[in-house]
């Protein structure tokens, strides 16, 4: 299984831009790199998700080196709102059991 | 449209006893995955259907947890002879049609075993 590591948590103020990054450096070459956040008393909720180089979508971006053992799930000018838990998934079309979330990273934004 | 749910909420039962959690996904999806999360962990595969049929139950921790999905739409983790050690949030979650989709996840259940 490709093991995730992420930071246990981080502090950021609002408006200031957020980047958490993911260390996997057993992915696979059919792995794609997929990002959650999880709010108290919720599922997750997908991100974005990306397999190189870069993805961008209304709320995120993605960055992923040419190696692929990490990615940096970036997030513009934060808000209160966005104080969660983000987790890094690393798995393939193929095998369900191989998406593990990991611990994820509690995000606190403050003012 | 209507997204994933789960009933109940909240169960609270006994050591020894029972339980049945249900998960209706969002209509149309063929794929549907069970987690269980205990407090400050991330989530935690427990299996996953494609249609009626359980295509990867690697993740059921013993022959105490089984599941089902008849009909391809609604399915239940049914967990026998229960333990404290149980107690955790239940998560469902679906897909569109496989693995490596967007998962769309429900609100969980949260099981209390006493």
């Known amino acids: 299984l490709a093991k995730t590591t992420q930071p246990i948590s981080m502090d950021s103020y609002e408006g200031q831009e957020v980047n958490i990054t993911c260390s996997h450096n057993?992915?696979?070459?059919?792995?794609?790199i997929t990002w959650y956040q999880q709010f108290p008393s919720q599922g997750p909720r997908f991100i974005i998700q990306?397999?190189?180089t870069k993805v961008t979508n209304e709320v995120a971006s993605l960055f992923i080196p040419a190696d692929r053992k990490s990615s940096t799930l970036s997030l513009p000018r934060v808000s209160l709102s966005d104080t969660a838990v983000y987790y890094c998934?690393?798995?393939?079309?193929?095998?369900?059991?191989?998406?593990?979330f990991g611990t994820g990273t509690r995000l606190q934004v403050t003012l | 449209g209507a997204g994933v749910s789960q009933t109940p909420s909240n169960k609270v039962t006994e050591k020894g006893k029972y339980v049945e959690l249900r998960c209706d996904p969002i209509?149309?999806?063929?794929?549907l995955y069970w987690y269980r999360q205990s407090l400050g962990q991330g989530p935690e595969f427990l299996i996953y259907?494609?249609?009626?049929?359980?295509?990867?139950d690697s993740g059921l921790p013993n022959d105490r947890f089984f599941a089902v999905r008849p009909e391809g739409s609604v399915s239940t983790l049914k967990i026998q002879r229960t333990e404290r050690g149980d107690s955790a949030v239940y998560l469902c979650?679906?897909?569109?049609?496989?693995?490596?989709?967007?998962?769309?996840f429900g609100p969980g259940t949260r099981l209390l075993v006493l």
């Open positions: 979650a679906s897909s569109l049609s496989g693995v490596g989709e967007t998962q769309y």
């Open positions: 057993n992915i696979a070459t059919n792995d794609y």
């Open positions: 990306g397999y190189k």
């Open positions: 998934l690393v798995g393939s079309t193929g095998t369900a059991s191989k998406l593990t």
């Open positions: 209509s149309g999806h063929t794929a």
């Open positions: 259907f494609q249609g009626t049929g359980a295509a990867d």
